[in-house]
């Protein structure tokens, strides 16, 4: 092999760069994410129609919620439309500060929960004000 | 081909690294920009455009006077441009990459730029500028190289690389006409709505462009044993000393119809660049260095003793460049905003990190010009090439 | 089979070229979003052809009465206060006639009583807009009903708007908003560093049936309705009164009008 120290050491580099994400977190184990929906907005929803509801499904919320709320973003702001009537036939206010956030008043706990263990930074709240979060 | 490069001496390597460090440098306060904002620039509410852009504006400029080599050599068969007009395609690259990061640092939110594509705007100059630029920087980028390469090989440039040569004649000039466009449409700005902008822009950039092109050619010449010959040299001397006449002309046309007509608000920027406003006269030191430097300029240009005299040129093309450096930059894109709409004065200066992150810009730009160049002599060097 | 390195590469950019641009014309056209019928306006909204604002300055007599439409705007709206002219974000403010008409240019034998006298100033919402013309991304754009409006998403932050528009109506956040928030409302968003943004007729209020907060506390002075319904309040105004626009000659065709008179208008 021609160059082979300098090949075998530009190799050994790179492989030392590609793994380190995989040697530097050894050890640290990361727990499951447990977003937590029990805040007074959603027990009282609860006490008072029996279950617990966000606008649309678990599953459809888990998956696409990013997909609903850009279509959420470009309803209100280019389009003017600010109802939402979802799959079961009820409506909503279109807003994620007021009506999204109204209830999962703890990011903390919910948003960040998953956000974090995926390791995705949205910057929704560098605009739209979250809720201030009790300690209880 | 690139890997010529990678060979130098001493001197070239502590150029290149040198330019690396004042890369890192300019990295860092743009790291500082990205999280603290514009707010570390000297922009305004009233003043929102300033350095950044003033230097994508002359540079675009730069960028499309390689089309004063291209339109002699292929169109006229001007065979003393033959071995030159590489290093103005390549000047074109460094000063086309220069423009667009000029441009994303200006940018707020930089890591949107991609709107741009996704929801395209025909009606707005800027989508038009983008398209333009980034055509230009492949053109360049593919007759550049695939002519190197056929030199390198000593066989003629393959065919079909000359329709996109003579494309890139009408897309220079496009260039700098839609940027030009950028600020001609504006209803509220006096000093920019004038029809003569984009002529004024290109005269300006024939002269500043192959000017910096000559002042190349000389530092190549010293470091390398590529020589231009000097009758390249003299006559791109020539272009740049038609172009100068006819820019300042130019300059001297919006002064009349400004003063002249009296109207105040068209009057008003060139009084504050010259005079200025309200006891406002940050710019006018410039302004008139700039005048005078073209003046200076243009008469040692035109003087074929000194302009043919290799010592004294330099210093004219200098003048030259600065002076057209000075009124497109700082004069034109700044006075614009001089007088605010409420016709009050706010003015502008650069801060360090925005000076730090322009050199830093300008050093990124150094370095492609010095790698392209790099590859483009050791290729002449060679000596393979054919009918040059 | 021998396949020379030219022929791979070849062989290697097409299937790329071809893969890359194949998954993004199938998920183009992949059927998402929502049904029409699910998105709705709200029923109290409030709909016009062309909305547009009348201001009297003859019935804003103190600096408080200025000020108190300023501040209404600023506070629901989380404008910033940064404290200097350099990074100053406003959406409404006051200016004297000479910088609010500036191209009437000085006039020594004006009327003093309205030389002296305070202006509101703010977007003029226009007809044909230099800042939707050569906005590159439709961050801003002109609504059905006339209002010019900003999308914060979508803003990269080029600050072009800002260079087209002729009456200084925009402003950039070139630092972070959050700290100079004096009084926040918690219904309604800040922005963030890096975007533009200006009055935007208060288009949140319209929609569940509520005029511009300037309006609503400018004791009459600001009026606010429909330019092209002809029974509207502010049409029977301009009926009435003598009115002008800023910068008329610039051809924006601006949609706030301002009543120029004597005592006889107060």
């Known amino acids: 092999m021609y160059n082979s120290g300098k090949i075998i050491a530009g190799l050994i580099v790179f492989v030392a760069l590609f793994t380190f994400p995989f040697y530097y977190n050894l050890g640290k184990a990361n727990a499951r994410p447990e977003p937590k929906t029990d805040t007074p907005a959603i027990q009282e929803y609860a006490a008072k129609y029996g279950k617990k509801e966000c606008v649309e499904s678990k599953e459809f919320m888990r998956g696409e919620h990013m997909q609903l709320l850009n279509q959420w973003r470009d309803s209100v702001v280019r389009d003017g439309n600010r109802i939402y009537v979802n799959s079961a036939g009820r409506s909503f206010t279109i807003s994620l500060q007021n009506t999204c956030m109204n209830c999962h008043s703890n990011k903390k706990d919910f948003c960040d929960q998953c956000h974090n263990y995926m390791a995705v930074k949205p910057y929704c709240w560098s605009c739209h004000i979250q809720p201030k979060e009790n300690k209880s | 081909m690139l890997e010529k490069a990678l060979y130098g001496g001493k001197r070239y390597w502590t150029w290149i690294f040198f330019l690396l460090a004042v890369i890192g440098i300019g990295f860092l306060a743009y790291l500082r ?8 620039t000297g922009l305004s509410r009233d003043v929102s455009w300033g350095f950044y852009i003033a230097q994508f504006t002359f540079l675009v400029g730069v960028a499309a006077s390689a089309v004063m080599l291209v339109i002699p050599y292929y169109l006229h068969d001007y065979k003393k441009f033959g071995k030159i ?25 930089p890591m949107r730029v991609l709107n741009v594509v996704l929801h395209p705007t025909p009606n707005s100059v800027m989508l038009w500028d983008a398209v333009v630029l980034n055509g230009y920087l492949f053109i360049n980028l593919i007759v550049g190289w695939t002519t190197l390469g056929a030199d390198r090989k000593g066989v003629p440039p393959p065919a079909w690389v000359k329709p996109l040569i003579y494309l890139s004649v009408p897309w220079a000039v496009s260039i700098h006409t839609v940027t ?44 390398s044993k590529f020589d231009a010959g000097s009758e390249a040299i003299q006559s791109l001397a020539k272009i740049v000393t038609y172009a100068m006449c006819a820019n300042v002309f130019f300059f001297l046309l919006e002064v009349f119809t400004a003063m002249y007509s009296n109207i105040p608000g068209h009057a008003a920027p060139l009084k504050y660049l010259f005079f200025g406003l309200e006891g406002h006269t940050g710019l006018v030191p410039f302004m008139w260095t700039a005048a005078v430097l073209a003046f200076v300029g ?14 004294i040129l330099p210093f004219a093309l200098i003048a030259v460049f600065i002076a057209a450096w000075i009124d497109k930059g700082m004069g034109l894109v700044v006075g614009g905003f001089i007088p605010n709409p409420f016709e009050t004065v706010t003015e502008y200066s650069p801060t360090a990190p925005e000076l730090a992150i322009t050199i830093g810009v300008y050093a990124i730009g150094a370095l492609v010009l010095t790698v392209l160049y790099k590859v483009a002599i050791a290729v002449r060097e060679a000596g393979t090439a054919v009918d040059h | 089979m021998s396949i020379n390195r030219r022929q791979f590469l070849k062989l290697a950019g097409a299937s790329t070229v071809l893969g890359l641009g194949g998954a993004t014309v199938l998920n183009g056209l992949k059927r998402e979003g929502l049904e029409a019928s699910q998105i709705s306006p709200d029923p109290r909204a409030l709909n016009a052809k062309r909305w547009g604002l009348v201001i009297d300055v003859s019935k804003l007599k103190t600096d408080e009465d200025y000020q108190r439409c300023i501040d209404a705007c600023h506070n629901i709206h989380n404008v910033p206060d940064h404290g200097n002219k350099k990074d100053e974000v406003k959406w409404i403010w006051k200016d004297n006639y000479e910088h609010t008409f500036p191209t009437t240019t000085e006039d020594e034998f004006m009327n003093h009583e309205y030389k002296e006298k305070n202006f509101l100033l703010l977007c003029n919402h226009c007809a044909q807009p230099a800042c939707v013309r050569v906005c590159p991304t439709k961050a801003t754009f002109k609504r059905k009903d006339g209002i010019v409006m900003q999308d914060m998403h979508r803003c990269i932050g080029c600050r072009f708007c800002m260079a087209a528009c002729p009456f200084g109506a925009r402003s950039f956040n070139y630092r972070d908003p ?12 800040t922005r963030m560093i890096g975007v533009v943004e200006k009055c935007t007729l208060c288009y949140e209020r319209i929609a569940i049936g509520e005029p511009p907060k300037c309006a609503e506390v400018s004791n009459g002075a600001i009026v606010f309705g429909d330019l092209e319904d002809p029974n509207s309040e502010i049409r029977k105004i301009m009926a009435e009164k003598f009115t002008i626009r800023r910068k008329p000659e610039l051809g924006t ?9 004597g005592k006889e208008n107060a």
């Open chain 2, 180 to 223: 030009a466009f950028l600020y001609a449409g504006l209803p509220g700005r006096h000093l920019w709505l004038t029809a003569i902008m984009a002529a004024r822009f290109l005269a300006s950039a024939f002269a500043a462009g192959p000017a910096l092109l000559i002042i190349l050619c000389m530092i190549v010449r010293k470091v």
């Open chain 2, 85 to 109: 007009v590489i290093l103005g395609e390549f000047l074109a690259i460094a000063s086309v990459t220069m423009c667009m990061l000029f441009i994303l640092v200006d940018m707020g939110q």
């Open chain 2, 33 to 40: 920009q990205l999280s603290e904002g514009l707010g570390i």
């Open chain 2, 298 to 311: 243009i008469a040692l240009l035109v003087n074929p003793l000194t302009r043919r005299n290799e010592g």
């Open chain 3, 178 to 189: 959050r700290p100079k928030i004096k009084i926040e409302n918690k219904a309604f968003p």
């Open chain 3, 253 to 261: 065709f601006p949609s706030i009008y301002y009543v120029i008179g």
